[in-house]
T-cell receptor, first 113, second 115 residues
């Protein structure tokens, strides 16, 4: 079954600290993996898109890694800010079939002052 | 550039009522999507339109119909609303289809409650 599991479910960190969010998937055949940020009451906003050949991709203070062999991805946030408080969603895209996008349930991050 | 817009923002329906959720994008994208997001679950694809004139079912299409009115607009219709359709509905668009290496842009969502 095509699944995307994210951990932890929720996380509280102090402003200025770093954190890493995890995403494990069983989706096959793999096309690409995306990380989205969703602020409360808003639609998701894309942070990164990675294919199987890309190990690392950065977007400002956000760095995503991908290990296509172990089917794991992580999102590292550096020097967290209050505005980073949001849900972070991992999405894996299959390379076949009609239902090609599988969304994780998200990790809820709260950055505390 | 407004991106993806959705109307209405909030809606309360009674069981059995019908309504249409509207979505429009001004980025000249070919593909558009409708998702629902429920507490404790990931977003799930209801329907998508890979290009103007085509629509396809996603993961949870039952109880919904869609119309790709033109390249800009993609509407979602609930013919006879049920409490199980209480959810937050997101419209999204992308330049190319869902498998392509391109970003999907999401609207702000419609919060629907069916009593």
């Amino acid at each position: 079954k095509n699944q995307v599991e994210q951990s932890p479910q929720s996380l509280i960190i102090l402003e200025g600290k770093n954190c890493t969010l995890q995403c494990n998937y069983t989706v096959s055949p793999f096309s690409n993996l995306r990380w989205y940020k969703q602020d409360t009451g808003r639609g998701p906003v894309s942070l990164t898109i990675m294919t199987f050949s890309e190990n690392t991709k950065s977007n400002g203070r956000y760095t995503a890694t991908l290990d296509a062999d172990t089917k794991q991805s992580s999102l590292h946030i550096t020097a967290s800010q209050l505005s980073d408080s949001a849900s972070y969603i991992c999405v894996v895209i299959r390379n076949s079939g009609y239902s090609t996008l599988t969304f994780g349930k998200g990790t809820m991050l709260l950055v505390s002052p | 550039n407004a991106g993806v817009t959705q109307t209405p923002k909030f809606q309360v329906l009674k069981t059995g009522q019908s309504m249409t959720l509207q979505c429009a994008q001004d980025m000249n994208h070919n593909s558009m999507y409708w998702y629902r997001q429920d507490p404790g679950m990931g977003l799930r694809l209801i329907y998508y339109s890979a290009s103007e004139g085509t629509t396809d079912k996603g993961e949870v299409p039952n109880g919904y119909n869609v119309s790709r009115l033109n390249k800009r607009e993609f509407s979602l219709r609930l013919e006879s609303a049920a409490p199980s359709q209480t959810s937050v509905y997101f419209c999204a668009s992308s330049e190319l289809g869902p498998r392509s290496y391109n970003e999907q842009f999401f609207g702000p969502g419609t919060r629907l409650t069916v009593l």
